[in-house]
């Protein structure tokens, strides 16, 4: 991936001296060693995505049809590594509906949706897959909707 850093604009830890919405990534970890391109906020660049993330809210229905809500601290310790993946995010609450087509069961749900802007190569891809696997054992879901929208522009 490339990183699209204006001069000077790091702090002595290494991180964007500007913790906006946009700007450059720091090394994610050894198992993804890239940085990600967040570019800079009204540069008209059109080589970005958005990753959007739907995490859970409540934990899926028991035995009896009841629903737990998540606990804070997992969606602490998720939001923490998506602080250490990425200079900014943009994230709100949702509600929405799916049918298991395996059982045709029909379910509402709530989710924090999570956006973050940036370039994403095939070895990024990579990266998402197995996170988003540890976040699947971590909301103990049988899916965390995650996805990449097609190329932006800022205006």
């Known amino acids: 991936m490339r990183v699209a850093r204006k001069p000077g604009s790091q702090s002595a830890n290494g991180r964007s001296a500007l913790s906006g919405l946009h700007g450059t990534l720091t090394r994610v970890s050894s198992e993804h060693p890239h940085r990600f391109n967040n ?4 540069n008209g660049q059109s080589h970005l995505q958005t990753l959007v993330i739907h995490l859970p809210l409540y934990f899926n229905p028991d035995g009896d049809g009841r629903v737990k809500p998540v606990e804070p601290a997992l969606l602490d310790e998720t939001l923490e590594e998506i602080r250490s993946y990425f200079t900014g995010y943009t994230s709100y609450r ?4 799916f049918r298991d087509e395996e059982t045709g069961e029909e379910f509402s ?4 949706r999570i956006e973050i802007d940036a370039e994403f190569n095939n070895s990024d891809r ?3 897959r197995r996170w988003k696997q540890r976040l699947e054992a ?3 879901q049988r899916c965390i909707y995650m996805k990449i929208l097609p190329w ?4």
């Open 109 to 112: 749900d709530e989710t924090m």
């Open 39 to 42: 570019g800079r906020c009204g």
């Open 152 to 155: 932006v522009e800022w205006i």
């Open 126 to 128: 990579v990266f998402l």
């Open 94 to 97: 949702t509600k929405g509906w």
């Open 138 to 140: 971590r909301f103990a």
